[in-house]
T-cell receptor, first 115, second 115 residues
Framework: DSGVTQTPKHLITATGQRVTLRCSPRSGDLSVYWYQQSLDQGLQFLIQYYNGEERAKGNILERFSAQQFPDLHSELNLSSLELGDSALYFC??????????????FGPGTRLLVL | AQKVTQAQTEISVVEKEDVTLDCVYETRDTTYYLFWYKQPPSGELVFLIRRNSFDEQNEISGRYSWNFQKSTSSFNFTITASQVVDSAVYFCALSATGTASKLTFGTGTRLQVTL
């Protein structure tokens, strides 16, 4: 158990809908990362937050957004869902200032299925 | 740009055999970090090891060992006396100065250990 929690574990929804994925980092970790794992794209970095501020952005679609709250939990919002958004979404956290080289500990993931 | 190549898509071994998983990386940065993660059938990503670009010492942890060679840009992972519980997908990842702290993952190697 990495100490990173994600809810829900599974999510089934329809095209066009909006969903929110939630992540709680390990106790004391200030940085949160979101990754998407799909069969065709593999594991891709989406976005990083550090202590409530956006730190880095990857190939995140405009339909997707995220935020980190004062209690350091993070939410990833996915809207206007398409079939291709079906994937495993991981949250990870790291302890210090979120700079290069810090070990990222991953949560169990949220498996999203868009029908 | 950063790139990680895991040329072996799938490896099958019989229990107690030794197996080496290859990882080749590309980066122009002189400071970078390499990681290995394990993804068992349950789906979570488990951190195994982190190595920085200035430390070329090989590392051994129980049945696991890692061989880092800057001259060939490789960071290979060997499991000695494999066990059925080692069956998983193994990912090599890179974090480099020029890309903030995001992890760039390889495509993974699926290891199947049978009795």
């Amino acid at each position: 158990d990495s100490g990173v929690t994600q809810t829900p574990k599974h999510l089934i929804t329809a095209t066009g809908q909006r969903v929110t994925l939630r992540c709680s980092p390990r106790s004391g970790d200030l940085s949160v990362y979101w990754y998407q794992q799909s069969l065709d794209q593999g594991l891709q970095f989406l976005i990083q937050y550090y202590n409530g501020e956006e730190r880095a952005k990857g190939n995140i679609l405009e339909r997707f957004s995220a935020q980190q709250f004062p209690d350091l939990h993070s939410e990833l919002n996915l809207s206007s869902l398409e079939l291709g958004d079906s994937a495993l979404y991981f949250c990870a956290s790291s302890v210090r200032n979120g700079l290069v080289g810090e070990t990222q500990y991953f949560g169990p993931g949220t498996r999203l299925l868009v029908l | 740009a950063q790139k990680v190549t895991q040329a072996q898509t799938e490896i099958s071994v019989v229990e107690k055999e030794d197996v080496t998983l290859d990882c080749v990386y590309e980066t122009r940065d002189t400071t970078y970090y390499l990681f290995w993660y394990k993804q068992p059938p349950s789906g979570e990503l488990v951190f195994l090891i982190r190595r920085n670009s200035f430390d070329e010492q090989n590392e051994i942890s129980g049945r696991y060992s890692w061989n880092f060679q800057k001259s060939t840009s490789s960071f290979n992972f060997t499991i000695t006396a494999s066990q059925v519980v080692d069956s998983a997908v193994y990912f090599c990842a890179l974090s480099a100065t020029g890309t903030a702290s995001k992890l760039t993952f390889g495509t993974g190697t699926r290891l199947q250990v049978t009795l």
